[in-house]
């Protein structure tokens, strides 16, 4: 069995404008996430093929969060593992897979289609008519959704936010229009967009978690961890812009470049120390962790994608012919399966 749910995530950008927004806001945001020896490790980067997408970009992460994950999941599995992030980009189609270096029968795969609209389109994705009778749609507002209190920053409070450079904000309720809105005209009609420009990110997120007496326990656990990491990392595009409005491909490239190498080297040094003294941190974190509730507990470290997927650093640069491909079309058993 496998848990799906569709998330539409409506920004006051463009598509195109976004495809730059993506690449910056998961390489900043996967550096500001990551902690010494915990964080996203980046092991490949290189360009791929698909038959019916064309050129792309694939990328291979490590995100290492073994203390990141609430009490009861760290004591079923070692101390130190990691997630593997494969991630294809066809932009403005991605898809994205997860598995756990300790758990083979864990899967996370999402599957995204960036539309220039407010989230109107139905079943973008092409979900088989069979899935989609128990298919849940969930729009996430990236105003006025609660982000978690750890990660609440006052400049990036949208309800407040007003960008310099394109002069969008602050964004008001309703501001997506349409029945997800929640908010009707005096003729009880639902309300067009009230920004403009406005764009939707389609996710189809697919979680399995094949072990008996847990997994529809850590099936929706996962979910809601991912909701959390999606409306931070859209939220935080979107205030982020006039740090990477004027940017072309080019120089959010060379941004990413040097972001991943710093990342790389904050976790890097964590995982050289390894001594009783990280071990000690990591025992005071999990008495503190027994009396906090399991919300809190998110995997904010899976918050460099999530979704949005692989970089773009050398699409187009490589003279050798593409030897990685895209998964498959869904099977079966599920379409993101390695078996």
């Known amino acids: 069995m496998v848990l799906n ?10 598509v195109e404008e976004y495809k730059i927004g993506q690449l910056y806001m998961i390489a900043r945001h996967s550096h500001e996430q990551s902690d010494s020896g915990e964080g996203v490790e980046v092991v490949e980067n290189c360009a791929c093929e698909d038959p019916e997408h064309g050129p792309g970009q694939y990328t291979e992460k490590r995100v ?16 130190l593992f990691y997630v593997t992030e494969k991630a294809w980009n066809y932009y403005p189609f991605t898809i994205t897979e997860y598995t756990c270096s300790f758990i083979p029968k864990f899967h996370i795969s999402i599957r995204t289609k960036y539309e220039d609209n407010n989230g109107s389109s139905e079943n973008v994705l092409g979900v088989s008519p069979i899935e989609l009778k128990d298919l849940a ?5 990236i105003v006025y959704d609660e982000v978690n209190p750890r990660n609440y920053k006052e400049e990036e409070d949208l309800r407040y936010f007003k960008s310099v450079t394109t002069g969008r904000g602050p964004l008001v309720e309703g501001w997506r229009g349409g029945p997800q809105s929640g908010v009707l005209s005096e003729n009880n009609s639902w309300l067009d967009p009230t920004v403009h420009p406005i764009m939707c990110s389609y996710k189809l997120v ?3 978690f094949e072990v008996w007496g847990l997994q529809t326990r850590v099936e929706e656990f996962v979910q809601r961890c991912v909701r959390d990491v999606l409306l931070l ?5 979107f205030a982020w812009v006039d740090e990477w409005i004027a940017m072309d491909l080019s120089a959010v490239r060379a941004y990413e470049a040097d972001m991943i190498g710093k990342t790389n080297e904050k976790v890097a040094q964590g995982k050289a120390k390894g001594t009783p003294e990280n071990a000690d941190g990591k025992a005071a974190q999990h008495k503190e962790a027994e009396g906090r509730p399991e919300a809190e507990l998110t995997l904010d470290h899976t918050g460099d994608e999530v979704g949005v997927g692989a970089a773009i650093l050398s699409a187009g640069d490589s ?10 079309t869904p099977r079966n058993k599920s379409w993101f399966s390695w078996s």
């Open 5 to 14: 749910k569709e998330y539409r995530i409506c920004m006051p950008l463009t």
């Open 233 to 237: 990392g859209h939220r935080q595009a």
């Open 64 to 79: 290492h969060l073994s203390s990141r994950l609430p009490y009861w999941l760290q004591n079923l599995i070692p101390k």
């Open 206 to 208: 697919s979680v399995s």
């Open 319 to 328: 003279e050798e012919t593409a030897a990685i491909t895209s998964p498959s």
């Open 137 to 141: 749609v969930d729009f996430i507002d």
